[in-house]
């Protein structure tokens, strides 16, 4: 078994717990504003020295938490996803398991070559985030279950900027980008929660640095539901850009 694996992971210094509190905390937020705060997360856990499928698994302990927080404080807010969320949970679900699975039997390093290039895809929507479309054209159930189910898919498998596509998707059928936020952190929180089996039986959680992250992780929640609501998003989109070109370099071990 390679260092690292069995949920051991490498020991973590306080510079890397820091760093990983850091990243959770403005990943947490802008994952509640629209998404795509993996994008940070993945690379920052394979810069303090786990592989690339082992920082797949322990991102989603965080995500997780994160979810679960926002989830809770749009609620208290009084913007509560679950009810619209219910009638997508079972192919956003299936999807899930299917992404995950498939995701956790592939090697560490064509696992951050494809994370890498789904870094810089995903960063186009991450800089132009959706808006609703209350007059555009309405999926029919079956065309709905099929997109969530799509949407289960990658989440499983890469987690990263799923809830810009869970949002995209749900503000086409109309949904403001709040209501739509509070029902995404909902699905994405049930999509990880089935999502994360699979990392366990790969032995793909390294759980030191799975607890620091969502630390980070729960604190970035309950303020990005807050600014959710009162608006803040272009604050931080540019400063997340200019991080994840950067860091998709790194994956890409373009240096």
């Known amino acids: 078994m390679p260092p690292g694996r069995g949920g051991q992971g490498a020991i973590l210094t306080l510079g890397d717990a820091a760093m990983l509190v850091g990243g959770g905390l403005a990943a947490g937020i802008v994952n509640t504003l629209a998404g795509g705060g993996s994008l940070l997360t993945v690379p920052l856990l394979v810069l303090t020295g786990l592989p690339g499928n082992l920082a797949n698994g322990s991102n989603r302990i965080g995500v997780g ?16 996803g679950v009810e619209d969320a219910l009638p997508l949970l079972i192919p956003v679900c299936v999807g899930s398991l299917v992404g995950a699975f498939t995701i956790s039997r592939i090697g560490d390093a064509l696992f951050e070559r494809l994370f890498g290039l789904v870094m810089l895809i995903v960063l186009v929507p991450t800089l132009r985030p959706p808006r609703p479309r209350a007059d555009g054209p309405h999926w029919s159930r079956k065309v709905s279950y099929a997109v969530f189910f799509a949407i289960g898919l990658y989440g499983g498998a890469f987690q990263a ?43 793909q959680i390294a759980w030191t640095a799975a607890l620091v992250l969502a630390a980070g992780f729960w604190a970035g929640g309950e303020l990005g539901a807050r600014l959710a609501v009162r608006g803040g998003e272009r604050i931080i989109r540019p400063v997340m850009a200019l991080a994840v070109l950067a860091l998709a370099g790194r994956m890409l071990r373009l240096y």
């Open 161 to 203: 900027g799923v809830g810009l596509l869970g949002v995209a998707a749900l503000a086409h059928a109309g949904y403001d980008l709040v209501r739509a936020n509070s029902i995404k952190v909902v699905l994405n929180l049930v999509l990880t929660l089935f999502a994360i089996p699979a990392f366990l039986l790969a032995g």
């Open 65 to 80: 938490v994160q979810t679960a927080a926002s989830a809770w404080r749009f609620r208290q807010l009084g913007v509560s």
